[in-house]
Nanobody, 122 residues
């Protein structure tokens, strides 16, 4: 079973950018599709973006054109580049792994990281 560790979160002003990283342990990383989710306080977990083992991508409508998901299988890492961040996007951001494609629901993912906090100030 792959294990995931996110990093790259922090405090940023509205309009700023962060690059989130998720490093996977295990030797089967390339066989998983990877997703990013976020959860704000008191709100449901929300799908953000996903990337397949072959590089196909899927984005929530709310982040299209601003966020970019990518992966580097040689480094066992998936990234989420977040641009033009909005205060309402303050949340804990999680990466997750699935063997299903496409997958936009949390229950379709079988491994989750611990999350990294993104705080966007107004």
């Amino acid at each position: 079973q792959v294990q995931l560790v996110e990093s790259g979160g922090g405090l940023v002003q509205a309009g700023g950018s962060l690059r989130l990283s998720c490093v996977a342990s295990g030797r089967t990383f390339s066989s998983y599709a990877m997703g990013w989710f976020r959860q704000a306080p008191g709100k449901e977990r929300e799908f953000v973006a996903a990337i397949s083992w072959s590089g196909a991508t899927n984005y929530a409508d709310s982040v299209k054109g601003r966020f970019t998901i990518s992966r580097d299988n040689a480094k066992n890492t998936v990234y989420l580049q977040t641009n033009s961040l909005k205060p309402e996007e303050t949340a804990v951001y999680y990466c997750a792994a699935t063997r299903i494609w496409p997958a936009v629901a949390g229950y379709e993912y079988v491994v989750w990281g611990q999350g990294t906090q993104v705080t966007v100030s107004s």
